[in-house]
């Protein structure tokens, strides 16, 4: 007798799985994606869900909050469109991190923070919504006139702001190394040497790889290994002017809450939210 082959069975648990919680869409468009990097919409609206156990495990763990891989992992399970969240680019990251705290906690977040003037400690009740719908309507400007230049620039990828975040500790290490009471001169200027190349380095690396062309009046390059060598030797006004532009841009996208009173004293001041760690997922705020 012929035996029907066994076949797939459905997981009868699959209707319990999570679901979609929010639509959105991206500040940035899907314009500045890689190729690949973002399963496109024909409708630019995307589904976002709900961080799983694991997810909220992979915020706890230390070193890949360092390097970013953490965010990357969270990123793939609750904003799956995003096929490849390295190369995302810096004027979505934000908007898509309040978007799944939202469909995770819902739309209020407390804050704790302490009043800069009487060190009181203090906890805000803040909406989110506010913040998703500005950050959706933010424009980024893709292109810096420099007469007769004009240079075409895109926002900084993940993975670039996560080199940032390194030039930082970088920046960290020369302040330690001047303050080494422990290291005598001579050792003191070796090291600082060093870090002060990695800085200086980074700094002109991620400038010259966010630029996409530049057209002069005798043609456009796009060339990258062309582009760096003009970032190495063109004059510092024009560097000046491409750092003020994306410092410009990334100072549009920053989650501040503005003019909160202290309960105590009643100063006003103002809160930077870190959206990329572990404390902006932490938990839900009550009802």
């Excluded at 360092?66 to 609750?78: A, D, F, P, W």
């Excluded at 009487?118 to 913040?131: G, K, M």
Aim: include cysteine; charged fraction near 25%.
């Amino acid at each position: 007798m012929n035996q029907i082959p066994n076949q797939a069975q459905k997981n009868p648990l699959a209707g319990w799985y999570r679901q979609p919680k929010i639509y959105v869409r991206l500040p940035s468009l899907g314009r500045f994606y890689t190729q690949n990097a973002l399963d496109r919409s024909s409708t630019d609206e995307y589904a976002v869900y709900s961080m799983t156990a694991k997810d909220e495990l992979m915020f706890k763990t230390p070193d890949a909050l360092l390097t970013g891989q953490s965010t990357v992992e969270v990123i793939k399970s609750c904003f799956p469109a995003i096929l490849e969240p390295w190369d995302m680019p810096s004027i979505d990251l934000d908007f898509v991190l309040i978007a799944i705290r939202i469909a995770t906690h819902g739309d209020k977040m407390d804050v704790d923070c302490k009043c800069p003037k009487c060190e009181a400690d203090n906890t805000y009740s803040i909406s989110l919504q506010p913040w998703l719908d500005m950050f959706a309507n933010f424009q980024y400007k893709d292109t810096i006139k420099v007469d007769p230049l004009v240079i075409k620039i895109r926002p900084y990828s993940y993975k670039e702001v996560t080199k940032i975040s390194l030039k930082g500790m970088e920046q960290q290490k020369l302040f330690n190394i001047i303050n080494d009471e422990g290291l005598d001169d001579e050792t003191k200027l070796e090291r600082f040497g060093k870090s002060f190349v990695k800085v200086t380095e980074l700094s002109i690396d991620v400038i010259a790889d966010c630029i996409t062309s530049i057209e002069t009046p005798e043609g456009t390059s796009s060339d990258k290994a062309q582009i760096k060598e003009f970032i190495n030797n063109c004059p510092a006004n024009i560097f000046d002017q491409l750092q003020t532009h994306m410092k410009t841009m990334r100072e549009g996208m920053e989650f501040t809450v503005k003019n909160v009173a202290c309960g105590d004293c009643q100063h006003a001041y103002n809160i930077p939210i870190t959206l990329d760690n572990s404390n902006f997922f932490g938990g839900r705020s009550p009802d």
